[in-house]
């Protein structure tokens, strides 16, 4: 259930991100999240991969920081308004 929660919150950071121009690839982040950083990677695969998210490119073998241009997708807008786990997570 954990992973629901820091779904949730990687969702709602990124439908916040759209009312701004700049993306803030410095405050999306593992720690920001609550999770660590390996975690982190498996559910933005995950995410991107179920067509929650689009736009990731993980380089898995250099780890430096870069600015990632993610967004969020309708789809992942209205599983986070319809669906009792999401809203759950919301309780945060």
Known sequence: MEDFRIIYRIL?????????EDFDS???NAER??????????LLIQL???GY????????YIR?????PIRTT???????????????GRKI
């Open 12 to 20: 709602k950071f990124l439908q916040q991100s759209m009312d701004f």
């Open 26 to 28: 410095e405050g999306f």
């Open 33 to 42: 999240f609550g999770t660590n950083p390996n975690r982190f990677q498996a």
């Open 48 to 50: 991107q991969r179920a």
């Open 53 to 60: 998210i689009e736009g990731l490119d993980i380089v898995q």
């Open 64 to 68: 430096q920081p870069a600015p990632i």
């Open 74 to 88: 309708t789809s992942s807008i209205s599983t986070l308004i319809s669906c009792p786990a999401w809203k759950q």
